[in-house]
């Protein structure tokens, strides 16, 4: 009665904001040195959105290289879904004018707020959508635009939060190419990390870090075991590793918990930040852009953040 296809990412693409923001820039305007933020997060430079450069506008630039990646007619991306949790307009949701905006003619959309692990999620629901032949091709997208909600005199979140999209196409495919998502959430520690108003009325994000360190180098190395025992593969077999990118201590120690050697692991956050859903996707392209990888390795994607939500599952290198 049902038909069921394979998943593949045929098309990756990305938007990173003009504005390129180093540490001497941001230090001055906090408590903090340039040689303190980079010691403590791994990052030296990060992009920042102008007024220009919004959620949508983002979203569409990314959207529509992936499409011209994905080497597909528009009128065959049936489903666009945007993650996003840095949205200042309750409704509409991003994704409806996103799909017009790159003419889309037949896309279904909706947006999706997993915030960090947003892209995993959101990839889990297109590659479902397409096995199940609900749609022939899905078009994700992960952009936030966190230096809206940064706060100057809060160093442990000022000096690590980007801007930035990345998009993905999938697309049905004769082979798997998207294993099964394994995730879950701990809304316990929903306070952990969130937004939040502060004493002056406005809202800013807020962080407890010790504790997001802990959670997630205690917790990650589990999921993504998990996630490759879903793919029918062992952690030897994964090839590259792209996490979310927190900041550099959190990449580390997840990599050496998992033996995974240096040079195997994706360190997108010295040059951009943590960019929340955007993260992965911007992670993986830079991989792809890099040259060093080859289609078809196997790729482990790990997403986890505010929620507390998680999010893993293997993919074959488009």
């Given at each position: 009665?049902?038909?069921?296809?394979?998943?593949?990412?045929?098309?990756?693409?990305?938007?990173?904001?003009?504005?390129?923001?180093s540490?001497?820039?941001?230090?001055?305007?906090?408590?903090v040195?340039?040689?303190?933020?980079?010691?403590?997060?791994?990052?030296?430079?990060?992009?920042?959105?102008?007024?220009?450069?919004?959620?949508?506008?983002?979203?569409?630039?990314a959207?529509?290289?992936?499409?011209?990646?994905?080497?597909?007619?528009?009128g065959?991306?049936?489903?666009?879904?945007?993650?996003?949790?840095?949205?200042?307009?309750r409704?509409?949701?991003?994704?409806?004018?996103?799909?017009?905006?790159?003419?889309?003619?037949?896309?279904?959309?909706?947006?999706?707020?997993?915030?960090?692990?947003?892209?995993?999620?959101?990839?889990?629901?297109?590659?479902?959508?397409?096995?199940?032949?609900?749609?022939r091709?899905?078009?994700?997208?992960?952009?936030e635009?966190?230096?809206?909600?940064?706060?100057?005199?809060?160093?442990d979140?000022?000096?690590?939060f980007?801007?930035?999209?990345?998009?993905a196409v999938?697309?049905?495919?004769?082979?798997p190419?998207?294993?099964?998502?394994?995730?879950?959430?701990?809304?316990?520690?929903?306070?952990?990390?969130?937004?939040?108003?502060?004493?002056?009325?406005?809202?800013?994000?807020?962080?407890?870090?010790?504790?997001?360190?802990?959670w997630s180098?205690?917790?990650?190395?589990?999921?993504?075991?998990?996630?490759?025992?879903?793919?029918?593969?062992?952690?030897?077999?994964?090839?590259?590793?792209?996490?979310?990118?927190?900041?550099?201590?959190?990449?580390?120690?997840?990599?050496?918990?998992?033996d995974?050697p240096?040079?195997?692991?994706?360190?997108?956050?010295?040059?951009?930040?943590?960019?929340?859903?955007?993260?992965?996707?911007?992670?993986?392209?830079?991989?792809?852009?890099?040259?060093?990888?080859?289609?078809?390795?196997?790729?482990?994607?790990?997403?986890?953040?505010?929620?507390?939500?998680?999010?893993?599952?293997?993919?074959?290198?488009?």
């Amino acid at each position: 009665m049902f038909e069921t296809y394979g998943s593949r990412i045929s098309g990756l693409a990305v938007y990173r904001p003009a504005r390129l923001v180093s540490n001497e820039e941001l230090a001055p305007l906090t408590t903090v040195s340039p040689q303190w933020i980079e010691s403590r997060t791994g990052i030296k430079t990060r992009h920042h959105a102008s007024e220009e450069e919004d959620l949508v506008t983002m979203s569409a630039a990314a959207g529509e290289k992936a499409v011209v990646s994905a080497d597909i007619d528009p009128g065959e991306v049936d489903l666009t879904i945007v993650a996003s949790a840095t949205r200042r307009v309750r409704m509409p949701g991003i994704a409806p004018e996103v799909a017009s905006r790159i003419g889309l003619p037949n896309s279904g959309a909706y947006d999706l707020n997993a915030v960090c692990a947003g892209f995993t999620y959101s990839l889990a629901m297109a590659s479902n959508a397409v096995r199940l032949g609900e749609a022939r091709n899905v078009l994700v997208v992960g952009v936030e635009r966190t230096s809206d909600w940064i706060d100057p005199t809060d160093p442990d979140t000022f000096v690590i939060f980007g801007d930035g999209a990345g998009a993905a196409v999938v697309s049905r495919s004769d082979q798997p190419g998207i294993g099964p998502a394994v995730w879950g959430s701990d809304g316990a520690r929903h306070d952990v990390l969130g937004i939040t108003e502060k004493a002056d009325g406005r809202e800013y994000v807020t962080m407890n870090g010790p504790l997001v360190y802990k959670w997630s180098t205690a917790t990650m190395p589990d999921v993504a075991h998990r996630a490759c025992a879903a793919a029918g593969i062992t952690m030897q077999d994964i090839d590259w590793f792209v996490p979310h990118q927190a900041n550099n201590r959190i990449i580390k120690t997840l990599a050496a918990n998992l033996d995974l050697p240096p040079d195997r692991v994706v360190n997108d956050v010295v040059d951009t930040g943590n960019t929340s859903a955007a993260s992965v996707p911007l992670a993986l392209s830079r991989l792809k852009e890099s040259g060093r990888s080859t289609p078809g390795e196997n790729v482990l994607l790990l997403g986890f953040g505010a929620g507390l939500t998680y999010a893993g599952q293997v993919i074959r290198m488009p």
